[in-house]
């Protein structure tokens, strides 16, 4: 079955210092891929997907994420990080023959010290 | 940008009513997605519709049902509320066509049933 995991629930990084979500699916085929973010009493926002194609793909908010099909695994990047960026983030796949539906990490806080 | 308003951030209940969540979208999309948002458990799927008139069952229909007399909006009903369905509720749509398979996530409804 198809799953999405990320291993870490909750990541503290002081401003400024650099970021790396990790998410790993398990699919036997190339997925699609994304990444959501949740601030605090709102809804999800799309940062980036991945279909196909380059495997770095850009999102909105300086991240990025890269593809490793080795090994399974789809991270958030972002080189630099803004007190702003505190939130919770969502990887998700799509899951595999059933339309539109996609199937959710568990979710990983960020918390950005000063 | 597509834009998938629900129609109350907040809203309070009494045990036993019947209460309605709406949503809609603006990008006529196909397909649309009720969830429930709890700590700890993640986004499960309540519901989902690819048509007009058209509805599946999520991950936890029990207690719910849904509308969809019209393309752009996707109805939510407790039918008889309970306090175990105090919750965030997140609608969301996305489009059959493949390069526009990510879901887009309204702001949320906080539901709370007294």
């Known amino acids: 079955a198809q799953s999405v995991t990320q291993p870490d629930i909750h990541i503290t990084v002081s401003e400024g210092a650099s970021l790396e979500l990790r998410c790993n699916y398990s699919?036997?085929?190339?997925?699609?891929l994304f990444w959501y973010v949740q601030s605090p009493g709102q809804g999800l926002q799309l940062l980036l997907k991945?279909?196909?194609?380059?495997?770095l793909v850009q999102g909105i908010k300086g991240f990025e994420a890269e593809f490793k099909r080795s090994q399974s695994s789809f991270n958030l990047r972002k080189p630099s990080v803004h007190w702003s960026d505190a939130a919770e983030y969502f990887c998700?796949?799509?899951?595999?023959?059933?339309?539109?539906?996609?199937?959710f990490g568990q979710g990983t806080e960020l918390s950005v010290k000063p | 940008d597509v834009k998938v308003t629900q129609s109350s951030r907040y809203l309070v209940k009494r045990t036993g009513e019947k209460v309605f969540l709406e949503c809609v979208q603006d990008?006529?999309?196909?397909?649309m997605f009720w969830y429930r948002q709890d700590p700890g458990l993640g986004l499960r799927l309540i519901y989902f519709?690819?048509?007009?008139?058209?509805?599946e069952k999520g991950d936890i229909p029990e207690g719910y049902s849904v509308s969809r007399e019209k393309k752009e909006r996707f109805s939510l009903i407790l039918e008889s509320a309970s306090t175990n369905q105090t919750s965030m509720y997140l609608c969301?749509?996305?489009?059959?066509?493949?390069?526009?398979?990510?879901?887009?996530f309204g702001d949320g409804t906080r539901l709370s049933i007294l």
């Open positions: 998700a796949s799509l899951l595999y023959n059933q339309g539109g539906k996609l199937i």
């Open positions: 990008m006529d999309h196909e397909n």
């Open positions: 699919y036997g085929a190339t997925p699609y």
């Open positions: 969301a749509s996305s489009s059959r066509d493949r390069e526009n398979r990510p879901q887009h």
């Open positions: 991945y279909f196909s194609g380059d495997t």
């Open positions: 519709s690819y048509d007009v008139k058209m509805k």
